[in-house]
């Protein structure tokens, strides 16, 4: 698998830094690279939208590009897509114009995205993925959760992908939960923070951390005295949980100990203001 296992980083202890690979389809942005992948390219991104931004190019990706706007705002083709909204657009599906007055998004590439000059979607689109755009704002929580899960969280889904059967979800939880047995997925699951205190067992996550786990990982409990929310999302089919059968006590004071190939870990240590996702 060509992704290291990053649990976790803050995303503030990242550079904004130029891409080449990310320059070529969105000039003029700034990145933070939470995780790509070596072998194809995908990666997961912030992308910083400068105040003013405008980019006309008639066009289709080679790649999938997902996306949730963590703040301000952007307009594709006319559609806006404000705080904690979503899109999926799928390889080959068309876009013509990009504006923002200042944006931070997460985003996701399955490969390493080209552009292709176009004047519509390629006929190769798989129409039935495409998501336009959903306010996560709106619309009711949802559970549906492992009878195991522990109580107190809601789900918004942003996706359940008809031919993939990736998922991408908005999960919130309740101040003052935790969990008492680890777990581990036979999918990868990453998730980026966006507000509240996540404690689990490398560590305390504030608005802004990212992880990305291989498939089979055990991690957890955790918990939370503030409540939370997060983007999470899988690739390689639907989220199953298999929880370890024995319980434990719940650690509030864990040692900070996450697991980072070495040019993250060689970072310095964010302490900074957590009060930004950003």
């Known amino acids: 698998m060509g992704r290291p296992f990053i649990e976790f980083i803050q995303s503030q202890q990242l550079p904004w830094v130029e891409k080449e690979y990310v320059t070529k389809v969105r000039p003029g942005v700034l990145v933070r690279e939470l995780s790509l992948d070596a072998e194809s390219g995908g990666c997961s991104l912030l992308l910083k939208y400068p105040d003013g931004y405008s980019y006309s190019d008639s066009h289709i990706l080679n790649a999938d590009e997902e996306f949730f706007v963590i703040d301000g705002e952007i307009t594709i083709d006319g559609q806006k897509y404000g705080r904690y909204n979503y899109g999926h657009f799928p390889k080959g599906y068309h876009t013509a114009e990009i504006s923002s007055k200042g944006a931070i998004v997460l985003t ?33 929580w949802g ?117 980072l190939p070495a040019e993250l870990a060689s970072l310095p240590v964010f302490d900074g203001c957590v009060c930004q996702a950003y």
């Open 108 to 140: 996701f590439f399955n490969v390493a995205p080209v552009a292709t000059a176009a004047t519509a979607n390629s006929p190769e689109l798989e129409a039935e993925r495409v998501i336009k755009h959903i306010d996560s704002l709106a619309g009711e």
């Open 143 to 259: 559970g549906n959760f492992n009878p195991d899960f522990p109580p107190g969280a809601g789900r918004k889904w942003m996706r359940r992908d008809p031919v993939t059967q990736d998922e991408t979800w908005v999960l919130g939880t309740m101040p003052l939960r935790y969990g008492m047995r680890s777990e581990k997925h036979p999918v990868v699951e990453e998730a980026y923070l966006l507000s509240g205190e996540l404690v689990g067992h490398l560590g305390v996550m504030t608005p802004g951390a990212y992880f990305w786990r291989p498939p089979e990982e055990p991690h957890g409990p955790f918990g939370s005295m503030t409540g939370n929310l997060y983007l999470f999302r899988t690739v390689g089919g639907p989220l199953s949980t298999i929880y370890e059968p024995d319980s434990r006590e719940f650690n509030w004071k864990p040692k900070h100990d996450p697991i």
